[in-house]
T-cell receptor, first 111, second 111 residues
């Protein structure tokens, strides 16, 4: 099983809402990642978890809050987002420093 | 800071043609290089992974080469098909498992 799943596929939220994105993998990977991708741009790294501990935060605003409850799950909690946060949010996993496998993404629209 | 550039930014070829996509990176201290395919609004599909000690990898009609010392990689697609139309991204893995993406090449294969 080389699949990374993400839910929901699409999300529309207002600027005062609180929502969460979910990512799951069952490949035994111990590194998990969140990326943000704007239209016609490459993905940009947001967070890296290694062995369930946050190892990299690419200076992401605190309205994005990651969480890794166990080795298979990665969440991204969203609160008080801005319209410019609308993007495709991608999750990935890997054995550390090896090939990264990406999920299909969550298309987020902030109104 | 690692910078990854892809040339050309867009390419249109007739079906059946062989083609080459180029990727260059500024910092040769990499663990590996991956080539991805992305269809519009979708996640990333890993095509090939080349470890830093390798020179090339092949999968079906795809062949990727890596010249780490000169900071270059190429993706060769043989006998292109309309189903190959997508955006192709190269990405290098540096320290702390950070993946830095190139700017992408949008490929269209016409009938």
């Amino acid at each position: 099983d080389t699949e990374v799943t993400q839910t929901p596929k699409h999300l529309v939220m207002g600027m005062t809402n609180k929502k969460s994105l979910k990512c799951e993998q069952h490949m035994g990977h111990r590194a998990m990642y969140w990326y943000k991708q704007k239209a016609k741009k490459p993905p940009e790294l947001m967070f890296v978890y290694s062995y369930e501990k946050l190892s990299i935060n690419e200076s992401v605003p605190s309205r994005f809050s990651p969480e890794c409850p166990n080795s298979s799950l990665l969440n991204l909690h969203l609160h008080a987002l801005q319209p410019e946060d609308s993007a495709l949010y991608l999750c990935a996993s890997s054995r550390t420093s090896y090939e990264q496998y990406f999920g299909p993404g969550t298309r987020l629209t902030v109104t | 800071k690692q910078e990854v550039t892809q040339i050309p930014a867009a390419l249109s070829v007739p079906e059946g043609e062989n083609l080459v996509l180029n990727c260059s990176f500024t910092d040769s201290a990499i663990y590996n290089l991956q080539w991805f395919r992305q269809d519009p609004g979708k996640g990333l599909t890993s095509l090939l992974l080349i470890q830093s000690s390798q020179r090339e990898q092949t999968s079906g009609r795809l062949n990727a080469s890596l010249d780490k010392s000169s900071g270059r990689s190429t993706l060769y697609i043989a006998a292109s098909q309309p189903g190959d139309s997508a955006t192709y991204l190269c990405a290098v893995t540096g320290t702390a498992s950070k993946l830095t993406f190139g700017t992408g090449t949008r490929l269209q294969v016409t009938l």
